[in-house]
């Protein structure tokens, strides 16, 4: 059964770090790109970053770019979101999520509605 289950999330000052992490199972983790969404309190799903199968392409929405570091490790089955210099609008629960389809590349990302499997979540909170 395929499983993904996020940890590292907490409660943090405004410029202050965590990193999240999401062990994945039940499929073939090197053979999907592999995503983190976000969904603020009274909110929608927001994108937030996608890696390639291989680690060495990444994307990232405007709002995280330059204070977040998505990476995997292939051997580990893991994916990793370092986050930098928090803001109180990082507030949410994040979610990594595998898409239905394996090979996608980051030159076409899927659509949130194109990724079947989210974990859990894992609460970040921003405040002083």
């Known amino acids: 059964q395929v499983q993904l289950v996020e940890s590292g999330g907490g409660l943090v000052q405004p410029g202050g770090s965590l990193r999240l992490s999401c062990a994945a199972d039940g499929f073939s983790f090197k053979d999907y790109l592999m995503t983190w969404v976000r969904q603020a309190p009274g909110k929608g799903l927001e994108w937030v970053s996608s890696i390639s199968l291989d680690g060495l392409a990444t994307k990232y929405a405007d709002s995280v770019k330059g204070r977040f570091t998505i990476s995997r490790d292939n051997v580990k089955n893991q994916l990793s979101l370092q986050m930098d210099s928090l803001k109180p609008n990082d507030t949410a629960v994040y979610y990594c999520?595998?898409?239905?389809?394996?090979?996608?590349?980051?030159?076409?990302?899927?659509?949130?509605?194109?990724?079947?499997?989210r974990g859990q979540g894992t609460q970040v909170t921003v405040s002083s």
């Open positions: 999520a595998k898409p239905k389809s394996p090979y996608s590349s980051v030159l076409k990302i899927p659509s949130i509605d194109e990724h079947d499997v």
